[in-house]
T-cell receptor
């Protein structure tokens, strides 16, 4: 079984600051994917960024980047130049690469990020 | 286009009612998922359909009955629910083809907020 741990229940930063959300996971699998999703108060779960475990290069998407440390089983999300619209619950999620295609996501408990004006 | 639609947005039902939740995607995805999310908690996997066949059932009570009539449509039939079943029900879809090098990212719908009286 896989577990995902997000140790920061809530974080608050000023607009335009950089913030890092932490995530650690535990698995015996070698092939897997990691994701960060955001869920604003509107409740729509939105993909922020994804990382394949076999790729050493850290994924980036505009202001969002990850620090993936496979040996340490760590997958943190950095948000640069934070904006008011970044206020949301952020979930770290893990999925085993099953080869056959479909498998469920295992989520961490989430970090509530608040961007202050 | 990464749109997954869900209807209805809100549903209130009594414990003796029968109702259905509907999820639709037109992205050609072959895997579809149901998740249950209680307030201030992460989503929990309920069911996975792969190529219109049920592939994962996370020991969900029989009062929840999933159905996948075709590759674009996923239903969740509800009967004799309990008040503790009140939650946000999220549908997701992914390529689900298991193709090498293709990250099987799940895209979520906006959810159905269910209240059981």
């Amino acid at each position: 079984a896989q577990t995902v741990t997000q140790s920061q229940p809530e974080m608050s930063v000023q607009e335009a600051e950089t913030v890092t959300l932490s995530c650690t996971y535990d698995t015996s699998e070698n092939n897997y994917y990691l994701f960060w999703y955001k869920q604003p108060p509107s409740r729509q779960m939105i993909l922020v960024i994804r990382q394949e475990a076999y790729k050493q290069q850290n994924a980036t998407e505009n202001r969002f980047s990850v620090n993936f440390q496979k040996a340490a089983k760590s997958f943190s999300l950095k948000i640069s130049d934070s904006q008011l619209g970044d206020t949301a619950m952020y979930f770290c999620a893990f999925m085993v690469y099953s080869g056959g295609g479909a498998d469920g996501l295992t989520f961490g408990k989430g970090t509530h990020l608040i961007i202050q004006p | 286009d990464t749109e997954v639609t869900q209807t209805p947005k809100h549903l209130v039902m009594g414990m003796t009612n029968k109702k259905s939740l509907k999820c639709e995607q037109h992205m050609g995805h072959r895997a579809m998922y149901w998740y249950k999310q209680k307030a201030k908690k992460p989503p929990e996997l309920m069911f996975v359909y792969s190529y219109e066949k049920l592939s994962i059932n996370e020991s969900v009570p029989s009062r929840f009955s999933p159905e996948c009539p075709n590759s674009s449509l996923l239903n969740l039939h509800l009967h004799a629910l309990q008040p503790e079943d009140s939650a946000l029900y999220l549908c997701a879809s992914s390529h689900g083809t298991g193709l090498s090098g293709r990250t099987d990212t799940q895209y979520f719908g906006p959810g159905t907020r269910l209240t059981v009286l």
